[in-house]
């Protein structure tokens, strides 16, 4: 297969029009083939090899990696391209090829985070302040307004992480199901223009989301960001789900209107409608631009043995340099910030936060 970029073709979005944005894909387009996966080369494998062995040599910690110490020189040719397919073109890639079953999870560890330098700098993910998260089933309960859904096995609704872009590497898939869903935004705001304009208007205003309890000094438990934005010519968009349902609980947030509830629903079953569904290989790597897409999971049965549960690791990336939005939103979606929390990148032995 040949990895081939998303045609470019773009024009300035203007709320309540149909929005032109190479983002704005099919599922029957990525489905005809599967040229938007890269898949690695011999030479690239090496690379990464040889990278992983000198960070090892030198006895590097996840945290004290940079760019400069993960030396891939042909893979980085590849990988800005695969960086302008993400900010420029379908607002995701996939990588295949990475031998995980050949690598302890320390070294599937260091070449994913290597790889995840080249996209944005890594963010905390929770209170304890992981900056290499693991999406995991700890057992957790969804419906909690303090659990998140990669502490469970269940099916989330769809939504963005709190990064620019979100990175997952299978490590283990599950015994079944756990399908990757993913849903172009551009493409469910222009399904909503079509079949009802005025609920996707009703997703251009601002909404209170959760923190999930984790909430840094001087902030509020919640923060405000549209679904829907329009900022400098270009659309980008959040997801209209379970971060601000769940803020319905706090204090001091206004109830859902009827309407708002109609636009909530409709955003779901346009993204429902428009989803693509990819497996996960061990070893692959999906990056997502959560600007511009929304994601979630089929619900799934786990191995009974501890050592083959479903095991994804995570990177939420930070691109200041990334798509222009509108004033606040990139602020608000800095990962996550708590008094006294220290960074860390656990690899094997860690606990749901």
């Given at each position: 297969m040949t990895f081939r970029p998303a045609q470019r073709t773009r024009e300035p979005a203007v709320p309540m029009k149909p929005v032109v944005d190479p983002a704005g894909w099919h599922t029957g387009e990525l489905a005809a083939n599967e040229d938007w996966v890269y898949e690695l080369s011999?030479?690239?494998?090496?690379?990464?090899?040889?990278?992983?062995?000198?960070?090892?040599?030198?006895?590097?910690?996840?945290?004290?990696?940079?760019?400069?110490?993960?030396?891939?020189?042909?893979?980085?040719?590849?990988?800005?391209?695969?960086?302008?397919?993400?900010?420029?073109g379908r607002g995701f890639v996939l990588i295949r090829g990475l031998p995980a079953g050949d690598l302890t999870k320390a070294q599937s560890a260091a070449a994913f985070w290597g790889i995840g330098t080249r996209f944005g700098?890594?963010?905390?993910?929770?209170?304890?302040?992981?900056?290499?998260?693991?999406?995991?089933?700890?057992?957790?309960?969804?419906?909690?307004?303090?659990?998140?859904g990669y502490q469970t096995s269940a099916r989330m609704s769809f939504h963005g992480d709190q990064s620019d872009y979100v990175a997952l590497m299978c490590v283990q898939p599950s015994r079944s199901g756990g399908e990757s869903l993913i849903a172009s935004t551009v493409t469910i705001y222009n399904e909503m223009l079509k079949t009802c304009p005025d609920?996707?208007?009703e997703l251009i205003a601002e909404f209170h989301?959760?923190?999930?309890?984790?909430?840094?000094?001087g902030d509020k438990p919640w923060y405000k960001l549209p679904v829907f934005s329009f900022h400098e010519g270009y659309f980008s968009a959040r997801g209209a789900g379970v971060h601000a349902l769940k803020a319905q609980e706090l204090p001091g947030v206004p109830p859902f209107t009827d309407r708002q509830i109609?636009?909530?629903?409709?955003?779901?079953?346009?993204?429902?409608?428009?989803?693509?569904?990819?497996?996960?290989?061990?070893?692959?790597?999906?990056?997502?631009?959560?600007?511009?897409?929304?994601?979630?999971?089929?619900?799934?049965?786990?191995?009974?043995?501890?050592?083959?549960?479903r095991h994804l690791m995570r990177l939420w990336l930070s691109d200041w340099d990334g798509r222009p939005l509108v004033p606040g939103f990139r602020e608000n979606l800095q990962g996550v910030s708590v008094a006294g929390m220290v960074p860390s990148a656990p690899i094997d032995k860690f606990e749901p936060a």
């Open positions: 011999v030479v690239e494998v090496g690379e990464i090899l040889a990278a992983v062995a000198e960070v090892e040599r030198q006895g590097l910690d996840i945290l004290e990696m940079r760019r400069e110490d993960f030396a891939m020189p042909r893979l980085d040719v590849a990988l800005a391209a695969l960086y302008d397919e993400l900010l420029d700098g890594a963010l905390s993910q929770n209170r304890q302040g992981h900056v290499l998260g693991h999406v995991k089933d700890f057992g957790g309960d969804y419906a909690d307004a303090n659990v998140r609920l996707a208007g989301q959760t923190r999930h309890g984790e909430v840094a000094p109609a636009a909530f629903d409709a955003f779901e079953e346009a993204a429902s409608h428009t989803c693509f569904t990819m497996d996960f290989r061990p070893g692959d790597i999906q990056i997502l631009h959560n600007h511009l897409m929304v994601h979630t999971r089929t619900a799934f049965e786990d191995w009974p043995e501890p050592e083959h549960k």
